[in-house]
């Protein structure tokens, strides 16, 4: 075995992008991404990297400009880049639900004004859900759009959207009634906007406010904002597919994509806390040996190794069925529970093993021990996806009697 979390059946296109990003990875990012994530510093020079190796357009079909490529790579490119520093692959993962949404839900205007620019990362996306009393329940979204004319005027207040500032392009899920009879399931009622803005903060467009960065714990470096619509007005061809009401549909298809992608991201970080701690323990001595030939770290290496392997194939199988066209969201569930569980246990693990070291912001697996709680929330909790997960199973194994 010459590393962990190797893919079986990968075409010579697939292993060439693959070794592509992981020298880059090698190279661009873990030299640089502690000092850039203690400043909190956006990573730009690395931005620009991925775009030069068409990254941002890897999933965006060929008549777009893109690479056509499948969930499955996608998704192992993202391992790989988490690997590095797990804030680039947030930046790229928001970008590629908007780009997923429009290839599959987007009409045609909407796929030709769009696509090309974001393939090429000169337009950069992000989606924006969630609410400051929401949580989970996104059923209880109150931001609201009112047709007038051919425009909607849209009011509330958004939260948790990563690339906020640095991107141009944010589907907004909000409540539209328009059409919707008053008793109306709220999830028939909602519509995703396509909503072009200046990067930047503040007023970056009539109506549209970017507060500022949300200054967290970990997940440094990339953007994380609140957004507030006071008066904004979108035209109404700027509705995503066109049409009302189909908008909570659209964005949990491209929740299921994200989750798949927090889930490789979770083998990503998983990955390289373990060759940090299973490179530490061949280096560090205590009682005359390094502490690699205990047997009690031996047992951790080797529980940590178990772990990143069981998440990496749960997250190749979830991408594999979303890209057969089959329905993946029990596959995709599973795939982010266990992968971001087993990252936190595996990053735990290793700063264990790093014992007081672990401790200082001279030593990476600081930063990755500050990075893995993200994954347990991003993308819906554990306990979502566990109900996700028990739901589908009730549906499966429907009992006959």
Known sequence: MARLAQTAGLTDIQQEILSTVRDFVDKEIIPVATELEHRDEYPQAIVDGLKELGLF??????EYGGLGESLLTYALCVEEIARGWMSVSGIINTHFIVAYMLKQHGTQEQKDHFLPRMAAGDIRGAFSMSEP??????SAITSKAVRDGDEYVLNGQKMWLTNGGTSSLVAVLVRSDEGHPEGTAPHKSMTTFLVEKEPGFGEVRPGLTIPGKIDKMGYKGVDTTELIMDGLRVPADRVLG?????????????????????AARGCGVAQRAFELGVSYAQQRHTFGKPIAQHQAIQFKLAEM?????????????????????ERN????GMAKYLASEYCK???????????????????????????????????????????IIGRRLLEEYRFQG
Do not use: C, W
């Not at 357009?57 to 060929?62: A, K, N, S, V, W």
């Not at 190794?305 to 066209?325: F, P, Q």
């Not at 969201?329 to 995709?332: G, Q, R, S």
């Open 133 to 138: 009393a929401l949580g989970s329940d996104v």
């Open 242 to 262: 066109g049409v009302t009401g189909r908008g909570f549909y659209q964005m949990m298809d491209g929740v299921e994509v994200g989750r798949v992608n927090v």
């Open 305 to 325: 190794a178990t772990k990143v392997e069981a998440a990496h194939a749960m997250m190749v199988n979830a991408a594999r069925k979303k890209d057969s066209g």
């Open 57 to 62: 357009g890897l999933m965006i079909p060929e």
């Open 345 to 387: 246990e595996v990053v735990e693990d290793a700063f264990r093993i790093h014992g007081g070291y672990g401790f200082s912001k001279e030593y990476e697996i600081e930063r990755l021990y500050r990075e893995a709680p993200m994954l347990l929330i991003g993308e819906g909790t554990a306990e979502i996806q566990k109900m």
């Open 329 to 332: 969201d029990l596959e995709a």
